[in-house]
């Protein structure tokens, strides 16, 4: 089964969420200190990321461009809308804030190379032990995050599942013409363009900057291209 391992992260993060919803007694105390120390964690994982990184101009590139074809197309605001959308058609005001945790919760399950690493894994050798790992530490991470973002957290599941089994399935089609050593080259720059986007969502979970880091997304897939472009000509 090619979307086993990327079906179950996305059930991972919803089985965490709800457990999370369940443990709302915690104190805010407690959930600001969890909160700022998975920031930090955060932080630290995107600051690894992007030191890894050999291309340094590539990543940023990316980010500019990302960031302007996200900023016109209003990518964080779409998302916004979409979880007032489910908040309203819940009816339920009192699971927090769901537009911040579908974003915010996206955004920290979907970014990084392991998703990325796990779902060409699947895709190109049937091995799901990349997401498998995955899958544990995004249980414990949507955990915490359900008990201070709410359900939004939880639905945040879906996007993930579909993100990892899109590229396996991506994966196991462009394999037949696409050099291995260019998707390791696509999966190094994501990895570094997506370490960037994580010190974005970490400094915003600490509050010490505002940035739309949804409008940042497309950067991720510009460096995709740009790896792919550049191929050619090595």
Do not use: C
Not at 5 to 27: D, H, K, R, W, Y
Not at 183 to 190: H, R
Not at 197 to 218: E, S
């Amino acid at each position: 089964m090619i979307l086993l391992g990327s079906f179950v992260n996305g059930l991972a993060i919803v089985i965490g969420g709800l457990l999370g919803l369940i443990f709302t007694f915690i104190p805010e105390h407690i959930k600001d200190s969890i909160l700022k120390v998975q920031a930090l964690v955060i932080m630290s994982l995107g600051i690894q990321m992007v030191a890894g990184s050999t291309d340094v101009l590539t990543t940023l590139l990316s980010l500019i461009v990302g960031v302007v074809i996200g900023e016109v197309l209003a990518l964080e605001n779409q998302l916004n809308k979409m979880g007032h959308m489910i908040e309203y058609k819940m009816g339920n005001k009192n699971s927090g804030n769901i537009s911040q945790g579908l974003v915010s919760g996206a955004l920290v399950f979907i970014i990084g190379a392991m998703g990325i690493v796990g779902g060409l894994d699947a895709g190109l050798r049937g091995s799901h032990d990349v997401l498998f790992t995955k899958s544990i530490m995004d249980f414990f991470i949507a955990l915490v995050m359900t008990a201070t973002y709410g359900l939004g957290v939880v639905i945040s599941g879906i996007p993930t599942f579909l993100y990892e089994a899109g590229i396996s399935l991506g994966a196991r089609g462009f394999a037949s013409f696409i050099p291995e050593a260019v998707l390791n080259d696509m999966t190094a720059q994501v990895s570094a363009t997506g370490g960037v986007i994580l010190l974005a969502i970490g400094l915003n979970m600490l509050n010490v900057t505002k940035m739309r880091v949804g409008n940042m997304i497309p950067a991720i897939f510009v460096g995709m291209i740009m790896v792919w472009i550049t191929s050619f000509f090595n």
